[in-house]
């Protein structure tokens, strides 16, 4: 059975670096399927922050774009959210989940990890 | 960006009864629209891909039907246990986007 974990920080600092990483079990990551990231707000609606393929090639809402970058370690069967320059806005529970789409981006999310929530406050 | 709309945004339901979700699409997503359930303090859990395709696992009270830009789902006699938000969410066109999402409550 696969399972995804999120695990880091639970408070970041406005303007620091906000790094989480997703570790994967009960399937390899180099498979063949891409892996993405989604937040959720405090009490609010969902949003697709990015994806990435074993390959490293990635895909990025341009929303947040200029502030994030997805990676892969295959190695360790993993992979990392790196979000610079958090506000507050940031704050909100982050979800790490598989893209159901075989060797492509299909943008269907079919399993999730837990979440974690990620608190921006000095 | 492709906005989706869903309605209502909240729904007080008796057990038993039928729920109807609607989800709005801003431009044609053909049938690239998936649902979700979550419950409170819960990842959310694919119930409909591609607009009426069942997931292995979940109930066949839970079905989608739609296209193009209008799309439903229906929870055919609810069960205490379906309290939780529905969201909608697009993969036709990037970047993926969902709804605002419906909060079902049971009378």
């Known amino acids: 059975q696969m399972q995804l974990q999120e695990s880091g920080p639970g408070l970041v600092k406005p303007s620091e670096t906000l790094s989480l990483t997703c570790a994967v079990s009960?399937?390899?990551?180099?498979?063949?399927?891409?892996w993405g990231w989604i937040r959720q707000p405090p009490g609010k609606g969902l949003e697709w922050i990015g994806s990435?393929?074993?390959?490293?090639?990635?895909y990025y809402n341009p929303s947040l774009k200029s502030r994030v970058t997805i990676s892969v370690d295959t190695s360790k069967n993993q992979f990392s959210l790196r979000l610079n320059s958090v506000t507050a806005a940031d704050t909100a529970v982050y979800y790490c989940?598989?893209?159901?789409?075989?060797?492509?981006?299909?943008?269907?999310?079919?399993?999730w990890g837990q979440g974690t929530l990620v608190t921006v406050s000095s | 960006e492709i906005v989706l709309t869903q309605s209502p945004d909240f729904q007080s339901v008796t057990p038993k009864e039928k729920v109807t979700i609607t989800c709005r699409a801003s431009?044609?997503?053909?049938?690239?629209l998936h649902w979700y359930q979550q419950k409170p303090d819960q990842s959310p859990k694919l119930l409909i891909k591609?607009?009426?395709q069942s997931i292995s696992g979940v109930p066949s009270r839970f079905s989608g039907s739609g296209s193009g830009t209008d799309f439903t789902l229906t929870i055919n006699s609810l069960e205490a246990e379906d309290a939780a938000a529905y969201y909608c969410?697009?993969?036709?066109?990037?970047?993926?986007?969902f709804g605002q999402g419906t909060k079902v409550e049971i009378k």
């Open positions: 969410h697009q993969s036709s066109s990037l970047p993926w986007t």
């Open positions: 591609y607009a009426s």
């Open positions: 989940a598989r893209d159901g789409g075989y060797q492509r981006a299909s943008g269907l999310f079919d399993y």
């Open positions: 431009q044609s997503i053909g049938s690239s």
């Open positions: 990435i393929y074993h390959s490293g090639s990635t």
């Open positions: 009960g399937y390899s990551i180099s498979s063949g399927y891409y």
